[in-house]
T-cell receptor
């Protein structure tokens, strides 16, 4: 069965600190997609990144970076020099769309990040 | 270039009433997904529909919940005889056929259902 674990329920950091959000996933399939979504206090879901299982290259986008390690089934997300606007709940997610051709996405429980000014 | 549109944004129902949530997919999209987010939890898949067809409803509660995506008009998630446990945020996403390979799901802003 597929599962996404985000062990950190809540994290608080002071502005400008770096913070890493952990994500561990389980799947029996060799082909899958991994995602991160952000849910700010206003409630909408903001797509951040999708990575397919064939591509283990780390990715950097501005202050955001992602570390995909297939050997440990982890897809961690780091925010560098955090800002108050980064305060949100962050969801890691898994999809077997490569197998099913549609996005039945399994979400983790989320990590609530508070950035304190 | 409108995204996925959901309405209403907030819905309050008394126990026993019916709730109807609407989702208008992005232009050109014929596939719709519904997800539910219970308080303090992540999103859970409910149902995947194509025009006039339910493809996967493995996440739908067996009773009181139904979904449709007619040939014309928005997709509707219907909850009959609501109970307090139905209070949640309901998110919709849409896609084109085969799009799962090319781009990720983008979600609407959700409908927050409160059952009093």
């Amino acid at each position: 069965a597929q599962k996404v674990t985000q062990a950190q329920t809540e994290i608080s950091v002071v502005e400008k600190e770096d913070v890493t959000l952990d994500c561990v996933y389980e799947t029996r399939d060799t082909t899958y997609y991994l995602f991160w979504y952000k849910q700010p206090p206003s409630g909408e879901l903001v797509f951040l990144i999708r990575r397919n299982s064939f591509d283990e290259q780390n990715e950097i986008s501005g202050r955001y970076s992602w570390n995909f390690q297939k050997s440990t089934s982890s897809f961690n997300f780091t925010i560098t020099a955090s800002q108050v606007v980064d305060s949100a709940v962050y969801f890691c997610a898994l999809s077997e769309a490569m197998k099913t051709s549609y996005d039945k996405v399994i979400f983790g429980p989320g990590t609530s990040l508070s950035v304190i000014p | 270039n409108a995204g996925v549109m959901q309405n209403p944004r907030h819905l309050v129902r008394r126990r026993g009433q019916e709730a109807r949530l609407r989702c208008s997919p992005m232009k050109g999209h014929s596939h719709v997904y519904w997800y539910r987010q219970l308080p303090e939890e992540g999103l859970k898949f409910m149902v995947y529909l194509q025009k006039e067809n339910i493809i996967d409803e493995s996440g739908m509660p067996k009773e009181r919940f139904s979904a449709e995506f007619p040939k014309e008009g928005p997709s509707i998630l219907r909850i009959q005889q609501v109970v307090r446990g139905d209070s949640a945020a309901y998110f919709c996403a849409s896609s084109r056929p085969g799009q799962a390979y090319n781009s990720p799901l983008h979600f609407g802003n959700g409908t927050r259902l409160t059952v009093t």
